[in-house]
Nanobody, 121 residues
Framework: QVQLVESGGGLVQTGGSLRLSCAASGRIFSINVMGWYRQAPGKQREMVARITSGLSTSYADSVKGRFTISRDNAKNTMYLQMNSLKPEDTAVYYC???????????????WGQGTQVTVSS
């Protein structure tokens, strides 16, 4: 089965950096748009950054200039470099793919299990 697995979360001080990774497992043929989302306690899940298969990117205003999304299509892996972290960035970060084509066919709206990012003040 196709899965997305995040890694790289943790505890960091204000102003620090973290790099998240999201790897798709299975025999993957192609992945369309991938994105990072986050959900803080008591808040709705929000989009952080998205990247197309052609490497076009978009960001939430709150992270522009601090976060950088990238992907390696050959490795079926997406990254989120987070710099100048703030306490308000504290959340569970999830990766998403709008669809993946694999040996099992098409699968839509796939989510990873999430990774915790905590920024201390």
């Amino acid at each position: 089965q196709v899965q997305l697995v995040e890694s790289g979360g943790g505890l960091v001080q204000t102003g620090g950096s973290l790099r998240l990774s999201c790897a798709a497992s299975g025999r993957i043929f192609s992945i369309n748009v991938m994105g990072w989302y986050r959900q803080a306690p008591g808040k709705q899940r929000e989009m952080v950054a998205r990247i197309t298969s052609g490497l076009s990117t978009s960001y939430a205003d709150s992270v522009k200039g601090r976060f950088t999304i990238s992907r390696d299509n050959a490795k079926n892996t997406m990254y989120l470099q987070m710099n100048s972290l703030k306490p308000e960035d504290t959340a569970v970060y999830y990766c998403n793919a709008d669809w993946i084509r694999s040996e099992y066919g098409f699968k839509n709206d796939i989510w990873g299990q999430g990774t915790q990012v905590t920024v201390s003040s």
